[in-house]
């Protein structure tokens, strides 16, 4: 009989902390966010957001745009022309005779908005000159000059544009940005010399059980993120950047 009531009791209890659990969730959940997976939904596992969609593994940038792709980001569609160039959109006939080229971070690749939106696809309607938007989300500067040097050669631009904000200066003394390995500059015998080329390529953590599962629950997505983020968002886009610190003639470990 004894025995019984034990039984009893511990289903009582599990069954108080299940409606209770059910009842948090159903008070934080935001029923707009339909079903998914809330960490790799908003954080992203790193293989997943940067090269399985639109951005490409790059052994001298990190990442860039992939080539002559189409798809849909931002609730608008992202297309690319050849070395991950953004498209301006349908355009019509340009004056060829003098071609910019524009380098940046994501305000010049144009990041939730549509191609023909861009302030650099503005710029060649406005003008009615070619404009090649060669900006790229999350650079910083360093990787904004080493992209213009790649690109000037093969397009020989009449005019450079180079777009920046402060947070691209401050980018320069990450070497790992959003859990990617990106290349950066040291100081060596008074001149500027790069590191970490080729950039190493690192696959995304896959997530454990814990994480697949809780990573579905509003409740948990809150609580773990508010008390646990480095567990709960470890190999994702959210991980912590890592910056330079007394670097000298070594690429830092990974």
């Given at each position: 009989m004894q025995k019984n009531e034990t039984v009893l009791r511990v289903i009582l209890v599990l069954t108080s902390v299940f409606i209770s659990l059910l009842a948090g969730e159903l008070m934080v959940r935001d029923y707009r966010a339909g079903?998914?997976?809330?960490?790799?939904?908003?954080?992203?596992?790193?293989?997943?957001?940067?090269?399985?969609?639109?951005?490409?593994?790059?052994?001298?940038?990190?990442w860039v745009p992939r080539s002559n792709v189409s798809i849909e980001k931002w609730d608008t569609t992202v297309s690319t022309l050849d070395d991950g160039i953004r498209s301006n959109g349908h355009q019509k006939t340009l004056d060829k005779s003098l071609r910019i080229l524009v380098v940046g971070d994501s305000y010049a690749f144009g990041d939730e908005v549509a191609d023909n939106e861009t302030w650099p696809a503005q710029l060649e309607r406005l003008t009615n000159y070619e404009v090649l938007n060669a900006g790229v989300s999350s650079f910083g500067f360093d990787q904004i000059i080493l992209r213009a040097e790649e690109l000037i050669p093969k397009y020989k631009p009449d005019i450079v544009v180079l777009?920046?904000?402060?947070?691209?200066?401050?980018?320069?003394?990450?070497?790992?940005?959003?859990?990617?390995?990106?290349?950066?500059?040291?100081?060596?015998?008074?001149?500027?010399?790069?590191?970490?080329?080729?950039?190493?390529?690192?696959?995304?953590?896959?997530?454990?059980?814990?994480?697949?599962?809780?990573?579905?629950?509003?409740?948990?997505?809150?609580?773990?993120?508010?008390?646990?983020?480095?567990?709960?968002?470890?190999?994702?886009?959210?991980?912590?950047?890592?910056?330079?610190?007394?670097?000298?003639?070594?690429?830092?470990?990974?």
């Open positions: 079903f998914k997976n809330l960490i790799t939904e908003k954080g992203g596992n790193l293989v997943e957001h940067h090269f399985r969609g639109l951005y490409a593994y790059d052994p001298l940038l990190g777009s920046f904000v402060y947070d691209d200066l401050e980018r320069c003394a990450q070497y790992v940005r959003h859990g990617v390995p990106k290349p950066y500059f040291i100081l060596k015998n008074g001149l500027l010399v790069v590191k970490n080329q080729p950039v190493p390529f690192i696959q995304g953590t896959r997530l454990d059980w814990f994480r697949q599962f809780f990573g579905y629950s509003h409740l948990f997505h809150k609580i773990m993120s508010r008390f646990f983020p480095s567990y709960w968002w470890a190999g994702t886009q959210n991980e912590d950047f890592r910056y330079l610190n007394n670097v000298k003639d070594e690429m830092p470990p990974f």
